[in-house]
Antibody, heavy 119, light 109 residues
Framework: QVQLVESGGGVVQPGRSLRLSCEAS????????MHWVRQAPGKGLEWVAVIWFDETKTYYADSVKGRFTISRDNSKNTLYLHMTNLRPDDSAVYYC????????????WGQGSLVTVSS | QSALTQPASVSGSPGQSITISCTGT?????????VSWYQQFPGKAPKLIIYEVSKWPSGITDRFSGSKSGTTASLTISGLQPEDEADYFCCSLADNRVVFGGGTKLYVL
């Protein structure tokens, strides 16, 4: 069964940076696009970004464009989300999710990593 | 405000059927057959239950079914069971981004 394990979350002050990681296993990571999706406490899901299997394309939500960068290291089966200039409204559980057979449909999700932006 | 509109809550009794609607626009649901639905329990990650409007991932019960008409997608759960009580989110492709509905809390009374 596909496994995705996020790490790197924590409490960070506004304006600071943080990098999340997502380690993938039990599937051919280098053949699938990957997403980051976040969920503020008690709120709905908000898509953050997607990266193509070969890193040739990336797309972002308007709310994070210019501040967040999605990347991957296929040799390490790992997805990243580098977040800069963090704001309190970036506080959320961040999930990594595999783009399925159809890239734009996340199929398997990790358990999430909580990011809290607070002074 | 979410890009796709879902009712905040729906309820039903065990054995009944319920339908959750998901309204979008001609730029998302109306344009692509890439609607998916997710089930989420408190404190857990979302789980894909319907993809490409009406297809089932492996291991998902056919009590869940999906459809689409114009700019509105629907999830129907038949033969409601207490364990179906959860949050349900719709999702669609829209112009090189993914959009979600605000979520619907299903109560099984």
């Amino acid at each position: 069964q596909v496994q995705l394990v996020e790490s790197g979350g924590g409490v960070v002050q506004p304006g600071r940076s943080l990098r999340l990681s997502c380690e993938a296993s039990k599937f051919n990571f280098n053949l699938f696009g990957m997403h980051w999706v976040r969920q503020a406490p008690g709120k709905g899901l908000e898509w953050v970004a997607v990266i193509w299997f070969d890193e040739t394309k990336t797309y972002y939500a308007d709310s994070v464009k210019g501040r967040f960068t999605i990347s991957r290291d296929n040799s390490k089966n790992t997805l990243y989300l580098h977040m800069t200039n963090l704001r309190p409204d970036d506080s959320a559980v961040y999930y990594c999710a595999r783009g399925g057979v159809q890239l734009w449909i996340p199929d398997f999700w990790g358990q999430g990593s909580l990011v809290t932006v607070s002074s | 405000q979410s890009a796709l509109t879902q009712p905040a809550s729906v309820s039903g009794s065990p054995g009944q059927s319920i339908t959750i609607s998901c309204t979008g626009t001609s730029s998302d649901i109306g344009l692509y057959d890439l609607v998916s639905w997710y089930q989420q329990f408190p404190g857990k990650a979302p789980k894909l239950i319907i993809y490409e409007v009406s297809k089932w991932p492996s291991g998902i019960t056919d009590r869940f079914s999906g459809s689409k008409s114009g700019t509105t997608a629907s999830l129907t759960i038949s033969g409601l069971q207490p364990e179906d009580e959860a949050d349900y989110f719709c999702c669609s492709l829209a112009d090189n981004r993914v959009v979600f509905g605000g979520g619907t809390k299903l109560y099984v009374l």
